[in-house]
Structures are given as structure tokens and as C-alpha cells.
């Protein structure tokens, strides 16, 4: 019925079904962008992290 009732204000002019859209698409993108910024953070966290291995100058027997 909202569905109904906004599509038929958008058609006849006004703007209010306009506003319902557009924040049906800002509640819909709010977990995205939750979810980047988590993503982000972690991603730069555990980059900074630097591992050094030390590699002897010994010949390596594979056999």
C-alpha cells in the first residue's frame, strides 16, 4: 500500500514520494558502508604489520 501510495504522488506531482525513495536507498546503503569502513580498518590493521624472516646463506639440500 506505501508502494502504491508513493507511486501515485510521484505521478501526480508531489514530492513526498520522491523523499521515500530516496531514503529507502540511504537505509538500504548503511550496511554497505558499515561494512566497507569495518573492511577498510582491518585491512590497513593487519597491513602495518611487518614479519622478517632471516634467510641464512646456507645451501638448501632438496634431496
Keep these: ?5 508513493a507511486e501515485n504522488s510521484v505521478q501526480n506531482g508531489n514530492t513526498q514520494g ?3 525513495n530516496t531514503g529507502i536507498l540511504l ?6 558502508v558499515a561494512g566497507a ?11 602495518r604489520k611487518n614479519i622478517s624472516v632471516d ?3 646456507e645451501k638448501i639440500n632438496l634431496n
Design 37 to 47: 569502513a569495518v573492511g577498510y580498518v582491518w585491512y590497513t590493521k593487519y597491513r
Design 1 to 5: 500500500m506505501c508502494t502504491l501510495s
Design 18 to 20: 520522491k523523499g521515500l
Design 55 to 57: 634467510i641464512k646463506d
Design 27 to 32: 537505509l538500504l546503503a548503511a550496511p554497505y
